[in-house]
Nanobody, 126 residues
Framework: VQLQASGGGLVQAGGSLRLSCAAS????????MGWFRQAPGKEREFVAA????????YYTDAVKGRFTISRDNAKNTVTLQMNSLKPEDTAVYYC????????????????????WGQGTQVTVSS
């Protein structure tokens, strides 16, 4: 599977960005999807995940109430709407696929995801 992330950029604190991830190569609707981020000098961390139907979503505490993950299985895309951005949200954001089809419990663990996209830079100025 190939993933293409887009939508990053430079924004002031309090602003919004919308990240998109386009997937190809597999039956998209079979797989849970996730967004992760990696700040300079830090390890990659979980941000949000969504079940294959889109009915269940999961967020790290740091972004709850500010970020929304969604997906469109007809278009093979997953989106991360980011509002009320903070300087600490600055990172490269990656989308990824959990390669286990039809899983019931969506993982928030980095090790369960594969097929990483190239990442998109998000920079939030104070």
């Amino acid at each position: 599977v190939q993933l293409q992330a887009s939508g990053g950029g430079l924004v002031q604190a309090g602003g919004s960005l919308r990240l998109s991830c386009a997937a190809s190569g597999r039956t998209f609707s079979r797989y849970a999807m996730g967004w992760f981020r990696q700040a300079p000098g830090k390890e990659r961390e979980f941000v949000a995940a969504i079940s294959r139907s889109g009915g269940s979503t999961y967020y790290t505490d740091a972004v709850k109430g500010r970020f929304t993950i969604s997906r469109d299985n007809a278009k093979n895309t997953v989106t991360l709407q980011m509002n009320s951005l903070k300087p600490e949200d600055t990172a490269v954001y990656y989308c990824a696929v959990d390669p286990r089809p039809y899983i019931v419990v969506v993982s928030t663990l980095l090790r369960d995801y594969d097929y990483w996209g190239q990442g998109t830079q998000v920079t939030v100025s104070s």
